[in-house]
Nanobody, 124 residues
Framework: QLQVVESGGGLVQPGGSLRLSCVAS????????IGWFRQAPGKEREGVSC????????HYLDSVKGRFTISRDVAKNTVYLQMNSLKPEDTAVYYC?????????????????WGQGTQVTVSS
C-alpha cells in the first residue's frame, strides 16, 4: 500500500520560506513520480510540482517557477518542496501524491495515492 504523510506547513509572512516534507511508506520514492498539489478555499486542487521517477525531471506550475524547488532524498524516503519568496496567494492546503504512471505530470487525475495535507498560510 502506497502511503505518504506531509508535514512542514505553518504560518509565514510574505517573502518568507517553508520546506514541506513528504515521507513515503510502502514504496521507495525513486520508483514513482511524486507530486505536490495545493487547494485553496473555494478553488480546485492544482498541481504545483512533481519529480518523475524514470529520469528525475521536474515540473512546476508557472506561478511558482523560480520560487519553489522539489527534491528527493532516497535514503530518507522523503520528497521535499522548498518554498521561497512566499506570497499570500500561495496560501492553501498542500498535498503530496503518488503516481504509478511514467506519463504523470501535474494533473490531479494522474495520481493514485494522496496524503492528508498540510496547511500553508502566508499572511502578515
Amino acid at each position: 500500500q502506497l502511503q505518504v504523510v506531509e508535514s512542514g506547513g505553518g504560518l509565514v509572512q510574505p517573502g518568507g520560506s517553508l520546506r514541506l516534507s513528504c515521507v513515503a511508506s510502502g514504496f521507495s520514492v525513486d520508483y514513482y513520480t511524486i507530486g505536490w498539489f495545493r487547494q485553496a478555499p473555494g478553488k480546485e486542487r492544482e498541481g504545483v510540482s512533481c519529480i518523475k521517477n524514470h529520469d528525475d525531471s521536474t515540473h512546476y506550475l508557472d506561478s511558482v517557477k523560480g520560487r519553489f524547488t522539489i527534491s528527493r532524498d532516497v535514503a530518507k524516503n522523503t520528497v521535499y518542496l522548498q518554498m521561497n519568496s512566499l506570497k499570500p496567494e500561495d496560501t492553501a492546503v498542500y498535498y503530496c501524491a503518488v503516481a504509478s504512471s511514467v506519463m504523470a505530470t501535474l494533473k490531479v487525475w494522474q495520481y493514485d495515492s494522496w496524503g492528508q495535507g498540510t496547511q500553508v498560510t502566508v499572511s502578515s
